[in-house]
């Protein structure tokens, strides 16, 4: 097995235009939270003409619902929730210079097309690895829409957090190829 590859952010295009699926990666640096609400909520903002609360380009947003943090700890258990929720916001988002996104499960055909037209990956965290995760969060800080909790949007600190990259910006999807590979050992 080879190394991980290191990524410290913000995350260039050239760098994410570099990763491969199937690459492990550990991310350093400043990454950020949002879910389904506050996508719904920046897509009606740039409907509106409204700048984003936070500036995405060459970032990654981490799918992420964590729970509360236990005294001394920046965040409680942090794992991933289902990218597939984000889909229809996605694209709006990528078209904004957002880089990179962190999650679980499949994504939609517009999604990974639009991750091809603007040269963005998809990392996949480990589902049940919650706790792990969140040791490699440093720092936790809301930056708006404080009233959505949970779904609020953060901005993370992170050290070696680590990640697959599942899709990457021509498309290929590590979820397939693996279950190809998969299929021609059981033939």
């Known amino acids: 097995m080879t190394e991980p590859i290191r990524i410290t952010t913000p995350l260039t295009e050239e760098k994410a235009r570099s990763l491969k699926a199937g690459d492990s990666v550990l991310i350093s640096g400043i990454i950020y939270t949002a879910r389904d609400a506050a996508h719904k909520r920046m897509v009606e903002a740039l409907d509106r003409g409204e700048s984003l609360p936070v ?8 799918y ?3 729970t509360p943090a236990k005294p001394g700890y920046p965040i409680g258990s942090a794992g991933p929730t289902t990218s597939g929720r984000m889909d229809a916001y996605t694209p709006r988002m990528l078209e904004q210079g957002l880089r990179g ?9 517009e999604v990974v097309e639009a991750m091809k037209k603007y040269g963005a990956v998809y990392f996949a965290a480990t589902g049940g690895a919650a706790a792990l995760i969140a040791k490699t969060i440093k720092k936790y800080e809301v930056v708006a829409y404080e009233d959505l909790g949970t779904e609020a949007i953060a901005r993370l600190t992170v050290e070696d957090f680590p990640a697959i990259v599942v899709i990457d910006s021509e498309g290929r999807n590590f979820y397939l190829e693996g279950q190809k590979q998969y299929r021609k050992y059981q033939g």
């Open 101 to 109: 996104m962190i999650g679980k499960g499949y994504r939609q055909s």
């Open 64 to 66: 992420v619902g964590p």
């Open 55 to 62: 500036d995405l380009r060459d970032q990654i947003i981490y």
